[in-house]
């Protein structure tokens, strides 16, 4: 009888297929711990103390100054808004403003049917000229009571009433004229003028419609934006550099940029610090004033507010080059044998390109800007070119 042995080795072959795996699978990771990939924090790293050099870029720390800024998020507020409403009763005869349109104080906006408002006036000034009338009378009869006294022809007691007569109709006069100035001046409230300089929003009621003094939403509300302001707030830790700045004189420099931060809309002065800190926030509220020319800054606009409180001169280095870890911020320092050092610092102002660098490193180290996470302890590291624009040595 013929014994097949193709049996038997048929079931061998898929433990030879799993061990083909297994190997490639231990080249792979021989492959990658050899160029690095098992290296740990603060070992030099490579397989079997093997080592490659990582390609960097560095720049220099140097003697320089950094701005120390604020940051905030701040509403544009008007630095005026009023809301035109009547101060008489009437009809709304007509509007003599568009919708959106940019007036100055003193301009006519709307008139108010003067009609009902001209016959007050008319009749107060007929009953001025009425009781006018009765006191030049009554002043004619004093003079001839006063002649007849003397002469001894009238009574004591004629006489007093003569002159109480007078004084009566002089303190009506007065009344009079006061009821006069008030109708005219009624009658001038007709004319709506406008009481700011400013932008006119869009009208709330038109004309043919009665308006009273009363009306809580008005005409139209005008809002000055020449200038215009920015409040935003500060924490209260810096509160002492605020004060510091501002009594220095001169005013702080404030800038509004975009909401992306990468555009100046505007820029302006700090105008006022509140007077007392949000306890629960624990922030205070600043004011800034633009200018607002071109008109780049809208009431109720959200922006971003930057404010400069001076500058701190120091060891200033790229931002790029500071990185965080358990330890804190680090940098890796590369020395003279182009081999990468971790190297703890304590930073302090920075202006978002550079930063203060207060203990840790010294002016003319070789700090790391790219290539940081391929780097460890001891990292040999090749230096690939060094990046003008992170340059720190700026001075300002």
Do not use: C
């Amino acid at each position: 009888m013929v014994v097949s042995t193709m049996r038997p080795r048929m079931r061998r072959r898929p433990w030879l297929f799993g061990a083909v795996i297994v190997l490639a699978g231990l080249a792979v990771a021989v492959w990658w711990y050899g160029r690095g990939g098992s290296e740990g924090p603060g070992r030099p790293g490579g397989f079997g103390g093997r080592a490659m050099a990582t390609p960097v870029r560095v720049a220099q720390a140097q003697e320089g100054s950094v701005a120390r800024l604020l940051d905030a998020i701040g509403t544009v507020t008007s630095s005026g808004t009023v809301t035109v409403r009547p101060r008489v009763d009437g009809l709304l005869e007509s509007l003599a403003f568009e919708d959106g349109q940019v007036v100055r104080a003193g301009d006519v906006l709307a008139r108010i049917d003067p009609e009902p408002f001209q016959i007050q006036l008319d009749q107060a000034l007929g009953q001025q000229a009425q009781h006018a009338a009765q006191l030049a009378n009554a002043q004619r009869d004093l003079k001839r009571y006063e002649q007849l006294f003397k002469q001894d022809s009238v009574a004591r007691q004629q006489l007093d009433t003569a002159r109480a007569q007078v004084l009566e109709l002089q303190g009506q006069a007065r009344i009079d004229q006061a009821a006069v100035e008030d109708a005219r001046r009624q009658l001038g409230y007709t004319r709506i003028l406008a009481p700011i300089d400013g932008r006119l929003g869009l009208r709330k009621v038109d004309a043919g419609n009665m308006v009273h003094a009363s009306d809580a939403d008005g005409l139209v509300v005008i809002t000055r934006s020449h200038p215009i302001d920015v409040v935003f707030a500060a924490p209260q830790a810096r509160l002492d550099e605020l004060l510091a700045g501002q009594s220095a004189g001169g005013g702080l420099v404030v800038e509004a940029l975009a909401r992306e931060g990468d555009r100046v809309l505007a820029r302006g002065t700090l105008a006022a610090i509140d007077n007392q800190i949000d306890v629960s926030t624990g922030t205070i509220s600043l004011k800034a004033r633009f200018t607002n020319e071109d008109d780049a800054l809208f009431p109720n606009q959200f922006v971003n507010v930057r404010l400069y409180l001076g500058e701190q001169r120091g060891v200033v280095a790229p931002v790029r080059a500071v990185q965080r870890g358990s330890v804190g911020a680090f940098v890796y320092r590369v020395d003279a044998q182009q081999r990468a050092h971790v190297v703890p610092v304590r930073v302090g102002t920075t202006d978002g390109e550079r930063i203060l660098v207060e203990e840790g490193l010294q002016a003319g180290d070789q700090v790391v800007i790219d290539g940081t996470d391929r780097l460890r302890e001891d990292s040999p590291v090749e230096i690939v070119t060094a990046d003008p624009q992170a340059a720190p040595g700026r001075s300002r």
